[in-house]
C-alpha cells in the first residue's frame, strides 16, 4: 500500500546523533501512521450497491484546519492530502448540476425530534460513517462517494480504500452523539463568499463537519457560522437546516453574502421576512428555493416549491406527527428521478435519511430501493440494527419540477 511505499523512501542517512533522532522519530510516525490508517481502511463495508459502511478511527484533524481556514475546494484538497493521505491529492469535485434536496423536522408520536431529508444528485453510491474525534463529538454521517472519485465504480480496490480517508470531509448530512443534526441543500445561484474583516475561512464540507463534532445544540451551531466567513464549495450556494435533541430547528442561508437565520417562535432568529413567517406550520423545512422573500437583485433558480408544498400537506394533515417509516414514506413521494437534459447521466434520490435525535439512530435508503430501508446507531458504528422496507406507498408516482 501507499504507505509502506512512502516508508521504504525514507533515506536512513546519520550525519550526527540529532538527525538519527529526527529520521527514528519519521520513522515511527510513519508506522503510526500507517497503523491507523488500516484500522480505518479494513473496516470499509460494502452493505449493497448502493451503501458503503465506514468506522473512521483516524485523527483527521479538525482543529488544525479552522485554526488555518480553508475559502477553497483546492485549499481543503491540499489540506486533506498533508493531514490525511501522504500528500496524494484524491478529492474529486463533482458539479453542481442537477442536484436538488429535501429537508424537513417532524415529530414521533413518543416526541422523538425526527429530520427527514433526501439528497438528490448524480447517481452513486453512498458512504455512512463514523467518526469518534479525541476532542469532539461522535458523529454518524452519509457522504456522495462522487465527492470522493468513488462515483459508479462499486469496487473496493486499493485506491478507492484510500480515498475513503477523505470521508469525514465530505458529508452533506449528520448527526452527533448530542443529537444534533444538519443537513445541506443546494440553492442555484452565486456562491457565498464571504470577506468579514477578522474571521477565518470555512468551505461548505468543512464547515458540515466542524458543527457535528463541535456542536451540541442549534446556538452552539449558529455562532459557529458566524465565526467564519463562508466560501461555498462547487460554485454554487447552499442553505443548511439544524435540528437538535430538545425539540429546536433553524434555518441557516445566505443570500448575497449575507447570513439568514430563522427558527419558528424565536426572538433571537426571528422568521419575520421568511417564508415561515405566514404559512402557518410549526415546523421547519428546506428544498431549493430561498427561505428569505425579499432577495432584492440577488438571482436564484428556484425549484422545489412543488415538493414542499407537499411536505407541508402531509404534515398539516397529521399534525406535524410522523412514524419514522411514515416519514420514510413521504421522502420517497418527494424524491427527484429524472435523466440530466445536458449531461450522461441521471438524477435521483442518491439517498433519503430519516435521522431520530432522541434514540440516536437513523434510518437509511440507498438510490431509492425503498424495499431495503436500513437502521444504523451512532453507538454501534457498521451494525444494521433493522431491516425494513416500504411494500405499499401511500403516495402516488409524481414527477416535480427541477
Known amino acids: 500500500m501507499a504507505p509502506l511505499r512512502v516508508e521504504k523512501s525514507v533515506k536512513m542517512v546519520y550525519n550526527d546523533k540529532n538527525k538519527q533522532e529526527r529520521d527514528l522519530r519519521t520513522m515511527q510516525r510513519l508506522r503510526s501512521l500507517r497503523k491507523n490508517k488500516l484500522a480505518t481502511l479494513r473496516s470499509v463495508k460494502k452493505l449493497d450497491n448502493n451503501i458503503y459502511l465506514l468506522d473512521y478511527r483516524n485523527d483527521y484533524h479538525l482543529p ?88 459508479n465504480a462499486l469496487r473496493l480496490h486499493r485506491l478507492n480504500r484510500y480515498r475513503a480517508l477523505l470521508a469525514p470531509y465530505c458529508c452533506v448530512d449528520g448527526m452527533n452523539e448530542k443529537g444534533l443534526v444538519i443537513a445541506v441543500s443546494q440553492l442555484r445561484a ?89 404559512d402557518g406550520l410549526k415546523l421547519q423545512y428546506a428544498a431549493n428555493f430561498s427561505l428569505t422573500k ?59 435519511a430519516v435521522y431520530n435525535t432522541d434514540a440516536g439512530t437513523l434510518k437509511l435508503v440507498g438510490n431509492m430501493d425503498y424495499k431495503h430501508i436500513y437502521t444504523f446507531s451512532i453507538h454501534e458504528p457498521c451494525k444494521v440494527l433493522a431491516h425494513e422496507s416500504i411494500d405499499h406507498s401511500a403516495y402516488p408516482d409524481t414527477k416535480w419540477s427541477h
Open 64 to 151: 488544525e484546519l479552522l485554526n488555518k481556514g480553508v475559502s477553497s475546494i483546492g485549499e481543503l484538497t491540499a489540506f486533506a492530502a498533508n493531514a490525511l493521505t501522504l500528500g496524494l491529492r484524491l478529492f474529486k469535485p463533482g458539479t453542481d448540476q442537477g442536484a436538488g434536496c429535501t429537508t424537513f423536522e417532524a415529530y414521533t408520536a413518543e416526541g422523538n425530534h425526527l429530520l427527514a431529508r433526501n439528497f438528490d444528485f448524480k447517481t452513486a453510491p453512498c458512504f455512512v460513517v463514523w467518526t469518534h474525534p479525541d476532542h469532539g463529538y461522535a458523529s454518524v454521517s452519509v457522504v456522495d462517494t462522487n465527492f470522493m472519485a468513488y462515483g
Open 190 to 278: 452565486k456562491a457565498t463568499n464571504q470577506k468579514n474583516p477578522g474571521k477565518k475561512d470555512i468551505t461548505t464540507t468543512a464547515m458540515i463537519r466542524a458543527v457535528l463534532d463541535t456542536c451540541a445544540n442549534v446556538d452552539e451551531a449558529v455562532a459557529l457560522f458566524r465565526e467564519y466567513n463562508m466560501h461555498d464549495s462547487l460554485w454554487t450556494n447552499y442553505h443548511y437546516q439544524i435540528i437538535d435533541a430538545s425539540g429546536r430547528s433553524v434555518v441557516i442561508e445566505y443570500i448575497d453574502h449575507t447570513m439568514h437565520v430563522y427558527e419558528r417562535g424565536s426572538s433571537a432568529y426571528p422568521v419575520s421576512g421568511s417564508v415561515f413567517e405566514d
Open 294 to 352: 425579499d432577495i432584492g437583485s440577488f438571482q436564484i433558480e428556484q425549484h422545489g416549491e412543488d415538493r414542499i408544498e407537499a411536505v407541508k400537506a402531509v404534515l398539516r394533515a397529521k399534525g406535524g406527527i410522523l412514524s419514522e417509516p411514515e416519514a420514510m414514506d413521504l421522502l420517497s413521494y418527494v424524491k427527484l428521478n429524472y435523466k440530466h437534459d445536458k449531461y450522461p447521466w441521471s438524477v435521483n434520490a442518491l439517498w433519503s
